[in-house]
Every structure is written in structure tokens, then in C-alpha cells.
RNA sequence: UCCUCGGUAGCUCAAUGGUGGAGCAACCGGCUGUUAACCGGUAGGUUGCUGGUUCGAGUCCAGCCCGGGGAGCCA
């Protein structure tokens, strides 16, 4: 529909989107065109006036002259608010010595849809924890359009990064049985009256009689299915919803978030490694170079360092180093921390960012963790006292992927299961896996909004999902 | 869940225990190139809720609600 020409009393005009006068304005200067779009600001003097128009095409917006003499209804056009939607029609000129390349002189302007008095978007700055209590209006503000159009950038680098390779995308379930997934509190799904549960001969809630015969929740993770699909398709990844039932209450925490989670088969921890600094690589230089308007304006308005922060990670190589290095460097370091450091006990988030913001001032890999803080499926090293997991830890964010070697030897991860008490009937399946042409394989997670987080520089979750779900707050 | 700071006009913020204000937005008017436009005017308030102290509470005290920042858990 977009571009194509249709009739307008006796001349034909083309319908366009910001986008194409944008990129393409060559081809638009000096003809007449028609653009839809929400009024940002309208400024009106004696016989002219300017708007500044949106149609979310673009990141920009678009600057609309209208003049008394030309335009019949310029007394009402110079009463239309702050986010009316309006159609304009008008021949496209360059304007060379002005703030913006372009300005469309309008010929004609109706109004689409009024916007009332009491519209909250005003042309000047709000706060960001105003701007969360009208998420159904925020995305018109240019913060969370740039946001929300790099969020979708974001998840378009990803599916172009690993298809590239040839990886299988797969959707593992969102509605699991498991209850070992190992990653803190889930959300039960179920289908029996809460008031009224069936109960069995123990007076507890009879699951048999619940929609799947059993109890299931919401997924926390699709690393233990996808290490199925890895096991037959050899390079795979996810890319989905994921929800945890935690109590969180930070800037870094969701109960309902997306998690990109590759797992490769034949391929041990080193390899995961290389996979991950490749793909962060791959997607942040993705952004810089499409999105140009966007980083411009994070640059500017919310982090003055962003891009060559950013620039520096796609050209620098990623530190390595050791848990057991880490606990020597954070040792010698001479810092005061408020939480001890001790070989043994997991790395604090104050630990994590001094490694990644001080002493490497880049991203940084740990890895070999002592395996009685780290999940069962890890596969235990040489040494018997460490796993292979990493983390990949970035200045600003902290923890942005976890991930490790999977134990693929059958009798070891049956005793580790057997140690941290995990139900090994239940995850027969998983077990099998190592069973039937079981080999060493590798994967992890990251956080997808964590992700758009370390790019825009944007600095609390809640305000890279368009309708953040948190602990007491699900609105929308 | 814990620690900490906060809640005053639609928004961002002032106000020594003594008559609650400003800027922006809205509304009315002015202005021949604005772009966070500018200039003049009008309107706008149960100071988060409940109770207490006091002659008098936005201000002090208690409880609750909501929000920010930090921590834990993690992605």
C-alpha cells in the first residue's frame, strides 16, 4: 500500500511514510506528496506555522510549513494539539541553511483524529517514571521510539546472526513441567478453580485432575529441550519469552522477559566463548550501522559515551579470565568491598563490576566457576572442584550471558543429580540424551533486554519492554 | 525480601511549624521562519492515605500505599 499512487481529484499524488523522504529525498524534492502522521509540535504565528510531524517510520520527524494564503482551513490547522493525527498534503523543499534538510510546505491539511486538552505528552522532557505510567503513550516520545525500533533491530540481528551460520531456530516450549529448570521461582499454569481445588486422599491439590494431568508452569529457561534439538540439528538456538516468579525489585529484573539461548553440539566451552563475542559483536555493529538516528540520540541524551564505548567492544578483543583469577584480582586489588571475597563464594555484583568497569574497562569473561554455586548440568572440570560455566560480564550492566559446557558423561551428571536432590525420573528424557549418541556440547543465554540495555545505554528494563511486567505492576 | 531517598497544579520542582509559588503544558491574545520558539494574560490544589502532637501541620510523629536508587536472586 505504502508508495502507491492513487487519485486526488485530478491529480494523482503519492502516498508516503517519513522513511522513504528521508532516505530517499533526491527523489521527493519539489514534488507533491501526501504523509500521515502524529502532530509532535505545533507552533503558529500571525500567518503561518510550523508543525513537527511523526508517522513512525522514521526517527525523525518532519517539519510541515503552512501559510494563511495557502492553506483555506489555517485557523483550525493552527489549534491542532500535541498528538492529533493529521494527513498532509504538500510539495517537499530543500532548505538548506535550517536546522533540518527538508520541510514539507502543505497545500492541504485535514485532521484525522483529534487529540484532547489533556493529552500528557508535552513537547518538553519527562521523567522516565512518568513516562511508565502512560506506556500506551510513551512509544510517541522520541526515547522510546528509538528504543522500541533498535528492540526490534535488535531481534532482527540475532535471527540474521545465527541463520547466517546456519543455526535451527526452535521454539522449546513456553508451558513446562519441569520444575529442576534450576533458575528460581516459576508461575504455575493451571486450570482448577483456586477456591474449590480438587484434593486428594493427603488433603493437597489433586494436579492429576488439572488441565495437563500434572502440575506445569510457566517456562524459565529453553536450555534443557533446546539441548535436545542440538543434539540432532547440532548448531540450534531459541529466542522467546521466558518468566520468572522472583521477587525482584531492580533495574535489571523482569518477571516476563526474552532470552536468546544458542547451544552447539561437538563444541566445548571454548567455542561457546568465541560463539558469544562473535554475536555480540555482530549485533552491536548491526545497530551502529542501522540505526544511525538512534545512537545519535542516545549519545546525546542518555549516555555520553555510548558510542565509542560501543565502537571500542566491536574492535577490542574480550578479556578471559579464571574464577579463580578473578578471586587473585579482586584479592590484590586493595579495594574495599562490602561483601568478603573468598574462593568458594559466588562473585558479588560490586566483585563483577569492578573486574568489568576497573581493571578491564571492557567485557570480560569468567570462567570455571567452583561447581557447588553453579547449575547441575555443568560439566564438572579436570580438577573435580570447578565447572565449566562462563559469564560474560560488561560495564554498565553486569552479568549480560551465562552459559557452560554441558556434562554429557551420563554416570557424572546422574551423581550430581543425586547430590543437589534433582528428580532424575523426571528429566529421564534429558538423561537419555546422553544416553543416545550423547557428545560434548555448549550453550547460554542472554538476556535479550539486557542486551538492548548495554546498547542504548538505557538504564532500567522497565523502559525497554513496552509493557513491563514487575512484581506488583502489570498494567495494560 | 532488606537498606535508603522521595510523594506539593497535567509535568518538572520551590515553600524557617504561621496567607501553598515558579517554569513548562492547557486556554485566550500578540508576533512574517519557528524548530525545548518568543511576549502578554487566564484558569488550574482535599500537599499520597489514615491517625496523632500543636493555638496552628505541606513541614513534626506513627502506620499504610505508591515510586526512585542500592542489595540479594539472576538473564
Redesign the pocket.
Known sequence: MLGKKFKQGAFPMEKVVVRQLVRDTKRYINKEVEVNGWVR?N??????G?V?LNDGTHFNTV?V?YEKDSLANFDEVA?F??GSAVSIQGKLVE?PQ???AF?L?ATRIILLGDSS??Y?I??????K??L?EVAHLRPRTNLFSAVFRVRSLLAYAIHKFFQEKGFVYVHTPIITANDAEG??EMFRVTTLDPKEPPLNEDRNVDFSEDFFGRRTNLTV?GQLEVEAFALAFRDVYTFGPTF?A??????????E?W?IEPEIAFADLKDNMNLAEDMVKYIISYILNNAAEEMEFFNKFVDKGLKDRLNNIVNSEFAHITYTEAIGILEESGEKFE?AVKWGN?L???HE?YLTEKVFKKPVFVKDYPKDIKAFYMRVNDDKKTVAAMDLLVPGV?????GSQREERADILEQRMAALDINQEELRWYLDLRKFGGVKHAGF???F??AIMYITGV????DVVPFPRT???CEY
Open positions: 509540535s507552533r503558529d504565528q500571525k500567518s503561518f510550523f513537527s517539519q510549513v489549534k494539539r500535541v532548505t535550517a536546522k533540518q520541510e510546505k486538552e489533556d500528557p508535552q513537547p518538553k522532557r519527562h521523567s517514571e512518568f511508565r533458575a528460581g529457561s520468572r522472583e521477587n525482584s525489585n531492580t533495574a535489571r529484573h523482569a518477571a522477559f532470552m561483601y559466588d558479588q555484583t560490586e563490576r553486569g552479568e549480560i550471558i551465562g543465554g542472554l538476556g533486554e539486557r538504564s532500567n528494563i522497565r512484581v506488583n505492576s
